[in-house]
């Protein structure tokens, strides 16, 4: 059976180049998770795995909340894998939801008629997590909400163990590969412009 880091490859998920990230850091490696997650059989995999550990770690999710865009697909993959670990002990499905950008453009607002309610235990998951600055806006919108966030979790932390929450981190690899930010960027000192990824714009 194929490793994650060999399923990541497979599908060209793992690339090589000069990115700029989210995160606004710069990075000669970049984590596209859309590449295998548009893979259902792939997908569910990645999921299956995820959920086995977060099970393993004694966290029972009711509800998967995932921040867009990066996580749109994965959060029902984990609420499937979930579902399928946890179904008689819950006795209800784990719903799955996706939090998209405030209109501020960098907090996260859970719309389209969908709610948490009071004390509803949630689980925050990432495709790949560099700094976590995602995730903790997702977890903070989470409490505001009323809801009680019980876990992070990641296909792919690439902050090599640098991210930090206060909540159970649950993850499938973790890989350190550095980045830059653009002043002090080596790619960029040598003549080099950074892409990002996902569009035609640099």
């Known amino acids: 059976m194929a490793t994650v880091e060999e399923l990541l490859k497979s599908v060209s998920a793992w690339q090589s180049g000069h990115f700029l990230l989210s995160s606004g850091l710069h990075s000669s490696e970049y984590m ?7 893979y259902p059989e792939y997908g569910q995999k990645l999921a ?4 086995e ?12 909340v995932g921040p867009a865009l990066g996580a749109v697909h994965l959060e029902v993959f984990v609420a499937i894998a979930l579902n399928n670990l946890l179904a008689a002990e819950n006795g209800s499905q784990v719903r799955a939801v996706f939090a998209e950008r ?14 948490l309610a009071p004390g509803e235990r949630v689980l925050v998951v990432e495709d790949v997590t560099t700094t976590g600055g995602s995730a903790k806006r997702v977890v903070e ?4 909400m009323g809801a009680a966030p019980v876990a992070v979790a990641a296909i792919i932390d690439r902050s090599g163990g640098k991210a930090q929450f206060d909540l159970p981190f649950i993850k499938l690899i973790t890989l350190d590969i550095q ?9 960029c000192q040598a003549g080099g412009t950074a892409i990002k990824p996902g569009s035609s714009k640099k």
Do not use: H, Y
């Open 102 to 115: 405030a209109e501020d453009g960098i907090n996260f607002a859970i719309r389209r008629g969908v709610e």
């Open 179 to 187: 980045t830059f930010e653009s002043s002090v960027c080596p790619m």
């Open 32 to 38: 596209q998770c859309q590449r295998v997650l548009q």
């Open 53 to 64: 550990k977060i099970v393993a770690a004694g966290i029972k999710p009711q509800v998967v």
């Open 48 to 51: 299956a795995e995820l959920a």
């Open 141 to 144: 919108l989470v409490k505001s």
